[in-house]
Each structure stands twice: as C-alpha cells, then as structure tokens.
DNA sequence: CGTTTATATGCCTTGACACGTATATGCTCT
DNA sequence: AGAGCATATACGTGTCAAGGCATATAAACG
C-alpha cells in the first residue's frame, strides 16, 4: 500500500482524480506522461483497489476509492496523537512564559 | 518522504518511537533484526529527518521528529474530504431510505 | 592497556521496478 | 471491411535500494 503511493506519478494520478473521474487519455495529457507509462500505474492502482473504472465505449473513465487511502490515514493516528501531543506542550510552555513575562511587568511596574 | 515509509522495517521503527524514544539495541531486540540493518534504516530515517538522536556514551537515543510525517499528513488532506463527502452522501442516502421506509410503514398501517 | 559493548559503515549480490519502444486489443464510424 | 482512435500489454534495459557479512569506530570497564 505504501509502496503504491511512493511512486510520484501515481501520487500525481490520484491527486489529479480527486477532482472528478478522468479518462486515461486526459490523465496523459494533463500530466504529460506517455499512455503505456499511464496506463502500467493504473493497472497498479486499480489492483492496489485506490482507483476502479468503468467503460465508456473505447475509454476507460477512472475514479477514486477511498478505502486503501483510509487505512494510510489510520495509519498516521498513533503519529498524530504524538505530534499533538507536543504541540500541546510547547502552548503550554508558551503560556506559562507568557504568564511569567505578565508577572514580571506587574512586579516592576510596582515597584 | 514517501520512499522512507514505503519501508516495512522503518514503519516498524517509527511505530516503535511513537510510544517514547529507543536506543539501537533496543529496537534491534524488539523488531528481531540485525543491528546493521537497523542502523542502516535510521540513518535514511534520520537524514530525511524522521528522527534525531542524543548520544549517551556508546548509546544513541533516537526519537521521533514530527514534520515529515506531518506532511504525508498534509497531502492526505484532499483525499480526506473526498471520501468524508462520499460519505455524506451515503449517509443522506441511508436517511432517505429509512425515512421512506417509515413512510411507507405508516401509510400500509392506515389502510 | 586489552576486552567487551554499542553503533556505524563498506562492499557485494540480488531483486524489484520504472521506463521506452513496439505491438496487441477493441471500439467507432464511414 | 477498413481506417483511426483509445487503451492495454509484452519485452528488454538500466537503476536503485535492501540484505548479509565483515569490519571500523568509539566508549566503558576491569
């Protein structure tokens, strides 16, 4: 899965999809990349289940599934309560720096 | 920053850092692999910034760093509203269904 | 000092994968 | 049926990265 997204013209692919449904013939010329080369990271994509297609006459219209996309998300939980974590600290800090600065003022400004 | 999680061992050593920070013999012992590998994966993980490490005599702490996985974070963000919209939508369906459901419920009751 | 402990690095091989080019498949329209 | 467009696939090639093993660096400790 995350050998899927690694890729950057796949990352290209499904930003450029999470607009609206592409043809692979306007994914070639919106990203300038050959068709084979679009067409191979589809087939990735498609078995990877982050894209599904349907037919329309010769053209293939691709569209975005969310659920691999959902579990890289799931992934991340544990980091984001990490990160937020430190956030809430360093407010912390800042406040009581804040809150000591505030005192400061107030004892000299007594004086 | 996608190629270093694309990485099974990495993932396994940022999952291990999440909870508090490790030395290299310690994640060695715990994800069962040999040492050269693990230092050979926190050094890419440190030089992209994934981690950082504090020198306590032989020992290297290494703890996790929050921006890198803060931007995969960030470029998932499209992705995020795509599929909270999808379910939105699913959602009003589901609404709509059971709403005529009891519709349809009332009306046979008044025959 | 020499030895042990902790970590880093160098070299080599192997495998995976992305790309280019060519070609195949399949649909449409005249 | 034939020509042309849209997409898929096959094959050969080059590159890059991970793993195994040996070795280097460096600190602690007796």
């Given at each position: 899965?995350?050998?899927?997204i690694a890729?950057?013209?796949?990352r290209?692919?499904?930003?450029?999809?999470v607009?609206?449904?592409?043809?692979?013939?306007?994914?070639?010329?919106?990203?300038?990349?050959p068709q084979?080369?679009?067409?191979?990271?589809?087939?990735?994509?498609?078995?990877?289940?982050?894209?599904?297609?349907?037919?329309?006459?010769?053209?293939?219209?691709y569209?975005?599934k969310?659920?691999?996309l959902q579990?890289?998300?799931?992934?991340?939980?544990?980091?984001?309560r990490?990160?937020?974590a430190?956030?809430?600290?360093?407010?912390?800090?800042l406040?009581?720096?804040?809150?000591?600065?505030?005192t400061k003022?107030?004892t000299?400004?007594?004086?």
């Amino acid at each position: 899965m995350f050998e899927i997204i690694a890729e950057p013209n796949r990352r290209a692919i499904l930003s450029l999809l999470v607009s609206s449904e592409q043809s692979v013939g306007e994914i070639e010329r919106q990203l300038r990349m050959p068709q084979p080369t679009v067409s191979k990271h589809l087939r990735v994509l498609r078995e990877a289940g982050f894209v599904e297609a349907t037919v329309d006459a010769q053209r293939r219209l691709y569209r975005l599934k969310p659920e691999p996309l959902q579990e890289v998300d799931a992934w991340l939980a544990p980091f984001r309560r990490f990160w937020s974590a430190h956030l809430d600290a360093l407010e912390r800090h800042l406040d009581r720096m804040a809150q000591s600065t505030r005192t400061k003022r107030k004892t000299r400004r007594r004086k």
